[in-house]
């Protein structure tokens, strides 16, 4: 499960939601491994006990050294992959089935990366060359790409005229090299552009990588160098080269490159003075330059004279397989077995840690073992593979048993499955999706499950499921959220996600199996049961029921449209997977399959220009918005809300 730059975006609501809900004892009480349940659902004719110390074992395994965090396309993962195919053959499935995809996995830097920076007197003209790591390196979002320009220093590299603040105001930018610190002008009382002053506050969309990179890119630079580190961090020494580690999958569609402060005070301090004339700018430190915008608000921009940078920036991206698993139980009713009910979770998780870990960089390089997330679903899932396979016989529509790779990216298997779907899976057919993911770190007997609404009738299912277990069961109506059946609401399937919860470990290392409550994590494994074998069976399918007003997706600062970004897509602009109902992209006549090209004059070349052209777009003002359907260019108006 995830939070992302856009992981983040896409589960803060459900996380918000989940920890007002689940809130930790100051003690937990001491967790039973040896609990069992017996289980046994109206119409099936065996009983199954689940048993803690099973669900304990898988997860524990799941979350071991071996797997070494089961990172997406990696050893570690066709490890647990290898287990979960083991343990279904041990329960009698003959046939696992594999369904590969591929997606960008790791990015590195190439052979070929260099800067140079040349000096033009009148009469002469001198080139130095720099080390990477030492003096400069790539960021990891960087597109590839080389060329040369002369130098422009454009201060925070902002551009935001109607907030009163523009760093290329004046400045020529078209086929130069940009120059700019990272992070935003700050005040000493924490006023920022736009009037924020909370010293403590997040910084907003100005500091955003893609934000640079985009609006240097549209100025028409060939290149923006980037001077220090992180808003409130001092810079580097050194450039380190595991800061290429993480990130990177999907580029900002620009060549972007981190200098060492140290090469950047030389190009402003001496090469900033033209042969035979006085120095352009009084303050003409680093140090001064960013003291003084920051106390001003104000832009302090100037072209270098005599001085051209040349770059190449070398930047492999590099394709990764990964495998959907399935098992499937044929119905056994002449009519119903044609429709299918699907019972999934995902088995990935973040490796050692990449850009999605939360983990204090100390911990950075340590195995992210994610036993709630989701070794705890994959576990509760095989169990209930077991349970299914031995009331086989009674089963009147079919059942995909699914286990889904690469949700921590992006849910990409999950999207690739329920797009390229196998001749006997129609999408049409299917009348349900369960989905199991954070399922083992229950609190109070508390579970979430997500979608209650989107199928007719899951509230009573869910309460006459539990009659016997006492959970206490939290809905939302919403079937949306960072994982998996996302892929399947969206596509106009009724679903139900079960979820216990984020917590403080969640996406680090800390996340082991020795906290998983096993014992709550079985009554949560019997009520999935129930309620499968009750939509299995019943007569007739849930219908499909879409939901208005649902909590929608947003940019930076609540704007948001509504959108289901396609994440496995990495071409130029943002396709969408479909759109929320009665969101202002529904009522734009936005559909699945379009690609976003630009919103309100802003390009949109990736998922993150997206975000950040929401972030600068105002609430409750119809807006321009281009979008390429079919191939064919097109514009809609949109009105964008507030959260």
Known sequence: MKPTSLKFLRHAILSTLALSVFCAAAE????????????QPSGLPEKFTFKARNLFN????????????????????AKAREYIVKRLHAIGYENVRHFMFTFTGDVKMGPNNSLTATTLGKNESSATKYELIDDFKPMPISAPGEGAGDLVFVGFGISAPEKGYDDYAGIEAK???????????????????????????????????FYKAGVARDHGARALLLIDGERGKAPPKKIMPDMIRGGGRRHCGFPLIQVLPDVAEKWIDGASIAPGEKKLVESATLAELKKKISAELKPSSFAVPGLNIGFNVDIIREKATDYNLAVVLPGNDAVLKNEIVVIGAHYDHLGTGNEFSLADKADMGKIHRGADDNASGTSSVLELADALYKNRAALKRTVWIMFFGAEEMGTIGSNDFVKNPPEDFKVSNVAAMLNLDMVGRCRDNKVMVYGASTGKGFDDVLKSSDKELGLDIKTTADGFGGSDQTAFVTAGIPVLFFFTGSHPDYHKPSDTADKLDVAAQAKITGLAFNVAANLINAPERPKFVKIDAPRMSGGMNGIRLGTLPDYAYDGKGLRINGVRDASPADKAGLKAGDILIMLGGRKIENINDYMNALAQAKPNVETPLKILRDGKEMEVKVVPEQK
């Not at 937990?28 to 289980?39: C, K």
């Not at 898988?58 to 993962?77: K, M, Q, V």
């Open 28 to 39: 937990s009480p001491p967790i039973d491994r040896d609990f069992t349940l017996d289980v």
């Open 175 to 209: 086929d130069k090299v940009v120059l700019a610190f990272r992070g935003e002008p700050e005040k000493a009382d924490g006023t920022r552009i736009g009037g924020a002053n909370d010293p403590h506050a997040a910084a907003n969309v100005y500091s955003d990588l």
């Open 58 to 77: 898988h997860a524990d395994y799941l979350a071991s050294d071996e797997c070494n965090g089961r990172l997406a396309g990696s050893e570690g993962e």
